[in-house]
């Protein structure tokens, strides 16, 4: 048996090579230590702290970037309030806190630890919507129309209070009618009622970006569970009601935030994800399952053969959602200057998008923030446009090298969990077949791995029975046989 690996050592070491910078500089820990809470603000500051806010995360967040809230119209329509956290209020542009997060420009998660691209002094407390805590934030709010149609909308600066710290797996429980609504829920009908009427409305929102012709996508990523730093187990997070809520409010309030800047007339950073060069192969991806695409990209007809399938072969379609992912290729951010035409995301179906939700872990999110305050403040973009295209570059750049970090680290935990089991059966599907080999994901464990020896004939979707014939912890190799 191969000897365990320091899982968290091997992360900070890819870290290193991947140009991170995993540890905070002496400067850094200067500037945390002089921190108290956010300045109080000015009269422009809205207060909603008397608002029932909400949040709703994975169990295990502490660094909490967004909280919503809706209310019903006379109209009929539904305003929705998603309330960001103002982490510009406490990092100040060109400060060390600053630099370092230029420089990482993103979070990065490894499953056994993570590199959090803030202190955890400010992430997890002064610049997260904790519960129970009075905080800064940018509200971004927008009414939807009963089919789900989004229409007039604003962004403004506010202090809130968040008043119940909800997770993924209990309130999507509770929604899909699986189990009893969470103790904070049960204990506030008010809150019950938020949650409900939130759901309702991301509903709609959901129903109206499918029949636009944004994509529904479900992948597999299993993520490690360690205790004191051996892996036990590789879980699956899936998709429920509670993570679509948050998916479709934030997607909305991303268009916003883009609709307001642009609007304003000064450049911003845009997510963008272009109709996909490999098209033709997802038309002949198509053709093996037969159905057929038009010879031109369209989101709204990918759309369409990816609902067909999850009703067709359910326990496929996560491989499938996976060669699609990568047949289109990552996203990357790109500077839209004033009068530009947008290039949009093919994906959600939008011609405007940007990130802007998640300032705690992404530092374009800090950078749009930063224009948006000051054209609330009636001042100047603070970033010449060239400026905002390095910030751009650096943050594709930096989210490409976070992807092979946490790919990396994914796989020498997989390898680690199965190091003890040489010689043993699994069931799989195979998830890739090319000149570069042949790729198979076992059931349970969620382990990705190669096929050395019998592959001939394996094709993707194949449902097979492989034999672990050697797991390399410090490499994430992990070798199958037939």
Same mark, same amino acid.
């Given at each position: 048996?191969?000897?365990?690996?320091?899982?968290?050592?091997?992360?900070?070491?890819?870290?290193?090579?991947?140009?991170?910078?995993?540890?905070?500089?002496?400067?850094?820990?200067? *500037?945390?230590?002089?921190?108290?809470?956010?300045?109080?603000? #000015?009269?422009?500051?809205?207060? +909603?702290?008397?608002?029932?806010? &909400?949040?709703?995360?994975?169990?295990?967040?502490?660094? $909490?970037?967004?909280?919503?809230?809706?209310?019903?119209?006379?109209?009929?329509?539904?305003?929705?309030?998603?309330?960001?956290?103002?982490? #510009?209020?406490?990092?100040?542009?060109?400060?060390?806190?600053?630099?370092?997060?230029?420089?990482?420009?993103?979070?990065?998660?490894? @499953?056994?630890?993570?590199?959090?691209?803030?202190?955890?002094?400010?992430?997890?407390?002064? =610049?997260?919507?904790?519960?129970?805590?009075?905080?800064?934030?940018?509200?971004? *709010? /927008?009414?939807?129309?009963?089919?789900?149609?989004?229409?007039?909308?604003?962004?403004?600066?506010?202090? $809130?209070?968040?008043?119940?710290? !909800?997770?993924?797996?209990?309130?999507?429980?509770?929604?899909?009618?699986?189990?009893?609504?969470?103790?904070?829920?049960?204990?506030?009908?008010? +809150?019950?009622?938020?949650?409900?009427?939130?759901?309702?409305?991301?509903?709609?929102?959901?129903?109206?970006?499918?029949?636009?012709?944004?994509?529904? +996508?479900?992948?597999? *990523?299993?993520?490690?569970?360690?205790?004191?730093?051996?892996?036990?187990?590789?879980?699956?997070?899936?998709?429920?009601?509670?993570?679509?809520?948050?998916?479709?409010?934030?997607? &909305?309030?991303?268009?916003?935030?883009?609709?307001?800047?642009?609007?304003?007339?000064?450049?911003?950073?845009?997510?963008?994800?272009?109709?996909?060069?490999?098209?033709?192969?997802?038309?002949?991806?198509?053709?093996?399952?037969?159905?057929?695409?038009?010879?031109?990209?369209?989101?709204?007809?990918?759309?369409?053969?990816?609902?067909?399938?999850?009703?067709?072969?359910?326990?496929?379609?996560?491989?499938?959602?996976?060669?699609?992912?990568? !047949?289109?290729?990552?996203?990357?951010?790109?500077?839209? +200057?004033?009068?530009?035409?947008?290039?949009?995301? /093919? %994906?959600?179906?939008?011609?405007?998008?940007?990130?802007?939700?998640?300032?705690?872990?992404?530092?374009?999110?800090?950078?749009?923030?930063?224009?948006?305050?000051?054209?609330?403040? %009636?001042? %100047?973009?603070?970033?010449?446009?060239?400026? $905002?295209?390095?910030?751009?570059?650096?943050?594709?750049?930096?989210?490409?090298?976070?992807?092979?970090? *946490?790919?990396?680290?994914?796989?020498?935990?997989?390898?680690?969990?199965?190091?003890?089991?040489?010689?043993?059966?699994?069931?799989?599907?195979?998830?890739?077949?090319?000149?570069?080999? =042949?790729?198979?994901?076992?059931?349970?464990?969620?382990?990705?791995?190669?096929?050395?020896? @019998?592959?001939?004939?394996?094709?993707?979707?194949?449902?097979?029975?492989?034999? !672990?014939?050697?797991?390399?912890?410090?490499? @994430?190799?992990? #070798?199958?046989?037939?």
């Amino acid at each position: 048996m191969t000897d365990p690996i320091d899982l968290r050592a091997a992360a900070h070491q890819e870290m290193i090579r991947e140009g991170f910078e995993p540890d905070f500089p002496p400067a850094v820990a200067a *500037e945390v230590a002089a921190f108290q809470d956010a300045p109080a603000g #000015d009269a422009s500051i809205r207060d +909603l702290r008397d608002l029932p806010w &909400s949040s709703i995360d994975n169990p295990e967040s502490r660094d $909490l970037d967004q909280v919503e809230y809706v209310e019903a119209l006379p109209s009929g329509d539904t305003r929705v309030l998603v309330g960001i956290a103002d982490v #510009d209020a406490l990092v100040r542009q060109s400060s060390a806190i600053d630099q370092h997060s230029a420089h990482n420009t993103t979070s990065v998660y490894c @499953g056994v630890t993570m590199f959090p691209m803030l202190p955890t002094q400010l992430s997890t407390d002064l =610049t997260s919507l904790n519960e129970n805590v009075d905080r800064l934030a940018i509200v971004i *709010e /927008f009414v939807v129309q009963a089919d789900g149609t989004s229409g007039a909308h604003d962004v403004y600066r506010a202090r $809130l209070r968040n008043r119940a710290q !909800l997770d993924y797996p209990s309130v999507g429980g509770w929604l899909e009618g699986r189990s009893n609504a969470p103790s904070k829920l049960a204990a506030s009908r008010d +809150l019950e009622a938020q949650v409900t009427a939130q759901d309702k409305v991301a509903q709609a929102l959901r129903t109206q970006r499918h029949r636009a012709g944004a994509l529904d +996508l479900e992948t597999i *990523e299993a993520t490690p569970v360690a205790t004191n730093g051996k892996v036990t187990d590789l879980t699956v997070h899936r998709k429920n009601r509670a993570t679509m809520l948050i998916e479709d409010f934030m997607i &909305s309030a991303n268009v916003t935030m883009a609709t307001f800047i642009e609007a304003k007339g000064i450049a911003s950073i845009r997510r963008v994800v272009k109709a996909p060069e490999r098209w033709n192969r997802m038309i002949t991806l198509a053709q093996t399952l037969g159905e057929k695409l038009p010879a031109e990209p369209d989101s709204g007809a990918l759309a369409q053969f990816l609902t067909k399938r999850r009703a067709a072969d359910p326990d496929h379609f996560p491989d499938l959602s996976l060669s699609i992912v990568k !047949l289109m290729g990552p996203g990357e951010y790109a500077v839209l +200057l004033p009068g530009q035409k947008a290039e949009g995301h /093919f %994906g959600l179906a939008v011609p405007d998008y940007t990130h802007s939700t998640a300032p705690n872990r992404r530092f374009a999110d800090l950078v749009m923030q930063r224009l948006l305050k000051s054209i609330l403040a %009636g001042n %100047g973009t603070p970033y010449p446009n060239e400026v $905002l295209t390095a910030v751009a570059t650096r943050c594709t750049l930096m989210e490409d090298a976070a992807r092979k970090v *946490e790919r990396t680290s994914r796989k020498q935990a997989a390898a680690q969990l199965l190091a003890g089991r040489i010689g043993d059966s699994f069931d799989a599907i195979v998830t890739g077949a090319n000149p570069k080999g =042949t790729f198979v994901r076992t059931i349970n464990p969620p382990a990705e791995g190669m096929v050395v020896r @019998g592959q001939h004939g394996m094709d993707v979707g194949d449902r097979v029975t492989v034999k !672990l014939l050697s797991a390399d912890p410090a490499r @994430g190799f992990i #070798d199958f046989g037939r």
